[in-house]
Protein backbone atom coordinates (compact mmCIF):
# COMPACT_ATOMS: atom_id res chain seq x y z
CA UNK A 1 0.00 0.00 0.00
CA UNK A 2 3.03 2.40 0.10
CA UNK A 3 2.57 3.50 -3.39
CA UNK A 4 -0.80 4.59 -2.97
CA UNK A 5 0.35 6.65 -0.20
CA UNK A 6 3.36 8.25 -1.78
CA UNK A 7 0.97 8.95 -4.92
CA UNK A 8 -1.67 10.76 -2.16
CA UNK A 9 1.43 13.07 -0.99
CA UNK A 10 2.48 14.29 -4.17
CA UNK A 11 -0.89 15.25 -5.43
CA UNK A 12 -0.57 19.04 -4.38
CA UNK A 13 -3.99 20.05 -5.28
CA UNK A 14 -5.07 17.71 -2.67
CA UNK A 15 -6.45 19.63 0.61
CA UNK A 16 -6.06 17.22 4.00
CA UNK A 17 -9.12 15.92 5.62
CA UNK A 18 -11.68 17.02 2.50
CA UNK A 19 -13.62 13.83 1.91
CA UNK A 20 -12.52 12.10 -1.26
CA UNK A 21 -16.03 13.14 -3.03
CA UNK A 22 -17.69 16.06 -2.37
CA UNK A 23 -20.42 17.40 -4.41
CA UNK A 24 -23.00 19.76 -3.86
CA UNK A 25 -26.45 20.93 -5.44
CA UNK A 26 -25.33 18.81 -8.46
CA UNK A 27 -27.95 18.82 -11.14
CA UNK A 28 -28.07 17.42 -14.76
CA UNK A 29 -30.17 18.15 -17.53
CA UNK A 30 -30.20 16.30 -20.84
CA UNK A 31 -31.40 18.28 -23.87
CA UNK A 32 -32.51 16.45 -26.29
CA UNK A 33 -33.93 19.11 -28.38
CA UNK A 34 -37.38 18.14 -28.07
CA UNK A 35 -37.60 17.27 -24.35
CA UNK A 36 -35.71 18.05 -21.06
CA UNK A 37 -35.06 15.47 -18.40
CA UNK A 38 -34.13 16.87 -15.54
CA UNK A 39 -32.17 13.43 -14.47
CA UNK A 40 -30.26 14.92 -11.65
CA UNK A 41 -32.09 17.84 -9.26
CA UNK A 42 -29.65 18.41 -6.71
CA UNK A 43 -27.44 15.78 -5.18
CA UNK A 44 -25.40 16.81 -2.15
CA UNK A 45 -22.76 13.91 -1.43
CA UNK A 46 -20.16 13.40 0.61
CA UNK A 47 -17.77 10.40 0.38
CA UNK A 48 -14.44 10.02 2.74
CA UNK A 49 -11.33 8.15 1.40
CA UNK A 50 -11.76 4.40 2.16
CA UNK A 51 -15.61 4.14 1.87
CA UNK A 52 -17.36 1.36 0.42
CA UNK A 53 -20.94 3.37 -0.54
CA UNK A 54 -23.60 0.99 -2.72
CA UNK A 55 -26.21 3.19 -5.23
CA UNK A 56 -29.20 2.07 -5.34
CA UNK A 57 -32.57 2.27 -7.02
CA UNK A 58 -35.41 2.47 -9.54
CA UNK A 59 -34.33 1.79 -12.98
CA UNK A 60 -34.08 5.65 -14.44
CA UNK A 61 -33.94 7.36 -11.37
CA UNK A 62 -30.28 8.97 -12.32
CA UNK A 63 -27.90 6.11 -11.03
CA UNK A 64 -25.88 5.99 -13.88
CA UNK A 65 -25.89 9.85 -14.65
CA UNK A 66 -24.29 10.08 -11.01
CA UNK A 67 -22.13 7.68 -12.01
CA UNK A 68 -20.98 9.41 -15.23
CA UNK A 69 -20.84 12.89 -12.91
CA UNK A 70 -18.96 11.04 -10.51
CA UNK A 71 -16.50 9.65 -12.52
CA UNK A 72 -15.96 12.96 -14.64
CA UNK A 73 -16.93 10.90 -18.06
CA UNK A 74 -19.64 13.99 -18.50
CA UNK A 75 -20.44 17.66 -16.71
CA UNK A 76 -23.20 18.47 -14.61
CA UNK A 77 -25.43 21.05 -15.66
CA UNK A 78 -25.76 23.11 -11.87
CA UNK A 79 -23.90 22.31 -8.82
CA UNK A 80 -20.08 22.20 -6.85
CA UNK A 81 -18.13 19.18 -7.65
CA UNK A 82 -14.49 18.72 -5.50
CA UNK A 83 -12.70 15.35 -6.20
CA UNK A 84 -9.68 15.33 -3.45
CA UNK A 85 -10.34 18.87 -2.91
CA UNK A 86 -9.32 19.59 -6.54
CA UNK A 87 -12.98 21.61 -8.45
CA UNK A 88 -14.07 19.63 -11.08
CA UNK A 89 -17.21 21.47 -12.22
CA UNK A 90 -16.31 23.88 -15.31
CA UNK A 91 -13.20 21.98 -16.59
CA UNK A 92 -13.07 21.63 -19.95
CA UNK A 93 -12.48 18.36 -21.62
CA UNK A 94 -9.51 17.97 -21.74
CA UNK A 95 -8.90 18.61 -17.79
CA UNK A 96 -11.34 16.59 -16.80
CA UNK A 97 -10.22 13.52 -18.83
CA UNK A 98 -6.59 14.42 -16.79
CA UNK A 99 -8.33 13.88 -13.58
CA UNK A 100 -10.13 11.14 -14.17
CA UNK A 101 -6.84 9.40 -15.76
CA UNK A 102 -5.30 9.88 -12.44
CA UNK A 103 -8.00 9.49 -10.01
CA UNK A 104 -10.82 6.93 -11.10
CA UNK A 105 -10.85 3.16 -11.86
CA UNK A 106 -13.81 1.77 -13.59
CA UNK A 107 -15.95 -1.47 -13.77
CA UNK A 108 -18.72 -1.74 -16.13
CA UNK A 109 -21.84 -3.86 -16.56
CA UNK A 110 -20.82 -5.23 -19.89
CA UNK A 111 -16.63 -5.84 -18.50
CA UNK A 112 -16.09 -3.81 -21.69
CA UNK A 113 -12.42 -6.14 -21.95
CA UNK A 114 -10.60 -6.10 -25.38
CA UNK A 115 -11.67 -9.96 -26.51
CA UNK A 116 -8.65 -10.31 -28.79
CA UNK A 117 -5.87 -9.89 -25.93
CA UNK A 118 -4.72 -12.03 -23.01
CA UNK A 119 -6.05 -10.97 -19.54
CA UNK A 120 -2.61 -9.68 -18.60
CA UNK A 121 -2.64 -7.40 -21.57
CA UNK A 122 -6.19 -5.86 -20.65
CA UNK A 123 -4.71 -5.38 -17.00
CA UNK A 124 -1.25 -3.84 -18.33
CA UNK A 125 -3.26 -1.47 -21.09
CA UNK A 126 -3.55 1.88 -18.67
CA UNK A 127 0.37 1.22 -17.59
CA UNK A 128 1.08 1.32 -20.85
CA UNK A 129 -0.53 4.37 -21.72
CA UNK A 130 0.45 5.73 -18.15
CA UNK A 131 4.01 5.39 -20.01
CA UNK A 132 4.65 2.96 -16.66
CA UNK A 133 8.25 1.39 -17.99
CA UNK A 134 7.30 -2.42 -18.98
CA UNK A 135 9.58 -4.33 -15.96
CA UNK A 136 7.10 -2.34 -13.77
CA UNK A 137 4.12 -2.65 -15.45
CA UNK A 138 4.58 -6.18 -15.71
CA UNK A 139 5.18 -6.78 -12.15
CA UNK A 140 2.38 -4.87 -11.09
CA UNK A 141 0.19 -6.53 -13.53
CA UNK A 142 0.57 -9.97 -12.41
CA UNK A 143 0.38 -8.82 -8.79
CA UNK A 144 -2.93 -7.23 -9.67
CA UNK A 145 -4.38 -9.79 -11.42
CA UNK A 146 -3.02 -12.17 -8.22
CA UNK A 147 -5.39 -9.92 -5.82
CA UNK A 148 -8.35 -10.53 -7.64
CA UNK A 149 -7.69 -14.30 -8.02
CA UNK A 150 -6.50 -14.93 -11.36
CA UNK A 151 -3.00 -15.72 -11.00
CA UNK A 152 -3.58 -19.01 -12.86
CA UNK A 153 -5.45 -17.36 -15.80
CA UNK A 154 -3.42 -14.39 -16.41
CA UNK A 155 -2.57 -15.45 -20.36
CA UNK A 156 -6.44 -16.26 -21.24
CA UNK A 157 -8.25 -14.51 -23.42
CA UNK A 158 -11.45 -12.95 -22.48
CA UNK A 159 -13.08 -15.42 -24.30
CA UNK A 160 -11.74 -18.47 -22.43
CA UNK A 161 -12.96 -17.03 -18.83
CA UNK A 162 -16.17 -17.53 -17.34
CA UNK A 163 -18.41 -13.79 -16.82
CA UNK A 164 -17.09 -13.45 -13.09
CA UNK A 165 -13.41 -14.26 -14.35
CA UNK A 166 -14.31 -11.50 -16.58
CA UNK A 167 -15.48 -8.96 -14.12
CA UNK A 168 -11.97 -9.88 -11.98
CA UNK A 169 -10.04 -8.80 -15.32
CA UNK A 170 -11.99 -5.88 -15.31
CA UNK A 171 -11.72 -4.89 -11.77
CA UNK A 172 -7.87 -5.36 -11.78
CA UNK A 173 -7.75 -3.01 -14.65
CA UNK A 174 -9.94 -0.50 -12.88
CA UNK A 175 -7.02 -0.45 -10.01
CA UNK A 176 -3.55 -0.50 -12.49
CA UNK A 177 -3.61 3.11 -12.33
CA UNK A 178 -3.87 2.80 -7.97
CA UNK A 179 -6.98 5.49 -8.32
CA UNK A 180 -8.46 7.53 -5.68
CA UNK A 181 -11.79 6.02 -6.32
CA UNK A 182 -13.74 3.01 -7.67
CA UNK A 183 -16.66 3.55 -9.49
CA UNK A 184 -18.60 0.30 -10.87
CA UNK A 185 -22.66 0.67 -13.11
CA UNK A 186 -23.92 -2.83 -12.00
CA UNK A 187 -20.76 -4.80 -12.29
CA UNK A 188 -22.74 -8.14 -11.31
CA UNK A 189 -25.97 -7.01 -13.39
CA UNK A 190 -24.48 -9.40 -16.24
CA UNK A 191 -23.85 -12.31 -13.34
CA UNK A 192 -25.89 -15.43 -12.40
CA UNK A 193 -25.69 -14.58 -8.52
CA UNK A 194 -23.46 -16.84 -7.29
CA UNK A 195 -21.14 -14.67 -9.58
CA UNK A 196 -22.29 -11.34 -8.20
CA UNK A 197 -22.12 -12.38 -4.54
CA UNK A 198 -18.72 -13.54 -5.27
CA UNK A 199 -17.50 -10.25 -7.34
CA UNK A 200 -18.97 -7.89 -4.38
CA UNK A 201 -16.63 -10.13 -2.12
CA UNK A 202 -13.63 -9.55 -4.45
CA UNK A 203 -15.03 -5.47 -3.74
CA UNK A 204 -15.25 -6.58 0.00
CA UNK A 205 -11.64 -7.57 0.16
CA UNK A 206 -10.33 -4.40 -2.05
CA UNK A 207 -12.40 -2.65 0.68
CA UNK A 208 -10.29 -4.14 3.42
CA UNK A 209 -7.20 -3.37 2.09
CA UNK A 210 -7.90 0.52 1.83
CA UNK A 211 -9.71 1.07 -1.48
CA UNK A 212 -12.54 3.34 -2.03
CA UNK A 213 -15.31 2.11 -3.44
CA UNK A 214 -18.58 2.90 -5.45
CA UNK A 215 -21.24 0.43 -6.38
CA UNK A 216 -24.24 0.76 -8.11
CA UNK A 217 -26.73 -2.08 -7.73
CA UNK A 218 -29.76 -3.04 -8.08
CA UNK A 219 -29.56 -6.18 -5.37
CA UNK A 220 -30.20 -4.79 -1.57
CA UNK A 221 -28.70 -8.12 -0.40
CA UNK A 222 -25.55 -7.41 -2.52
CA UNK A 223 -25.82 -3.74 -1.36
CA UNK A 224 -26.26 -4.46 2.08
CA UNK A 225 -22.43 -6.20 2.30
CA UNK A 226 -21.18 -2.54 1.67
CA UNK A 227 -20.31 0.27 4.49
CA UNK A 228 -23.16 2.76 3.45
CA UNK A 229 -25.96 2.99 1.23
CA UNK A 230 -27.55 5.85 -0.82
CA UNK A 231 -30.89 5.55 -2.61
CA UNK A 232 -31.93 7.48 -5.18
CA UNK A 233 -35.35 8.16 -6.85
CA UNK A 234 -36.25 10.45 -9.28
CA UNK A 235 -33.27 12.60 -9.68
CA UNK A 236 -32.97 12.78 -5.91
CA UNK A 237 -31.10 11.26 -2.64
CA UNK A 238 -34.27 10.32 -0.19
CA UNK A 239 -32.00 8.32 2.33
CA UNK A 240 -28.32 7.43 3.00
CA UNK A 241 -27.36 5.61 5.99
CA UNK A 242 -25.07 2.90 7.02
CA UNK A 243 -25.74 -0.62 5.41
CA UNK A 244 -26.90 -2.41 8.90
CA UNK A 245 -29.55 0.15 8.82
CA UNK A 246 -30.84 -0.81 5.62
CA UNK A 247 -33.76 -2.59 6.02
N1 LIG B 1 -27.94 10.67 -22.75
C1 LIG B 1 -29.19 10.88 -22.32
N2 LIG B 1 -30.03 11.68 -23.01
C2 LIG B 1 -31.28 11.93 -22.60
N3 LIG B 1 -31.82 11.40 -21.48
C3 LIG B 1 -31.04 10.58 -20.75
C4 LIG B 1 -29.69 10.28 -21.12
N4 LIG B 1 -29.15 9.43 -20.19
C5 LIG B 1 -30.12 9.23 -19.28
N5 LIG B 1 -31.25 9.91 -19.61
C6 LIG B 1 -32.50 9.96 -18.81
O1 LIG B 1 -32.17 10.41 -17.51
C7 LIG B 1 -32.88 9.68 -16.53
C8 LIG B 1 -31.90 8.97 -15.60
O2 LIG B 1 -31.21 7.95 -16.33
P1 LIG B 1 -30.05 7.06 -15.73
O3 LIG B 1 -29.11 7.95 -15.02
O4 LIG B 1 -29.51 6.22 -16.82
O5 LIG B 1 -30.83 6.18 -14.65
P2 LIG B 1 -30.48 4.76 -13.99
O6 LIG B 1 -29.03 4.49 -14.21
O7 LIG B 1 -30.85 4.93 -12.55
O8 LIG B 1 -31.35 3.75 -14.66
C9 LIG B 1 -33.81 8.75 -17.28
O9 LIG B 1 -35.05 9.39 -17.42
C10 LIG B 1 -33.12 8.60 -18.62
O10 LIG B 1 -34.05 8.31 -19.62
MG1 LIG C 1 -28.04 2.84 -15.05
Known amino acids: MSSRREKTADKTHEEDG??????????????????????????????????????????????????????CLDTPSGGDYFIGGEKVAGLSR?????????RVGFVFQAFNLLPQISAFENVEMPLVFGGVPPKVRRAKTAELLTKVGLGDRMDHKPTELSGGQMQRVAIARALAMDPDIVLADEPTGNLD???????????????????????????????????????????????????????
Open 193 to 247: TTSGTDIMGVFLDLWKQGSTLIVITHDLALARRASRIVEIRDGRIVSDRPAEEAA
Open 18 to 71: RPIIEMQGIRKVYDTGKVKVEALKGVDLKIEKGEFVAIVGPSGSGKSTLMNLLG
Open 94 to 102: DQLADVRNR
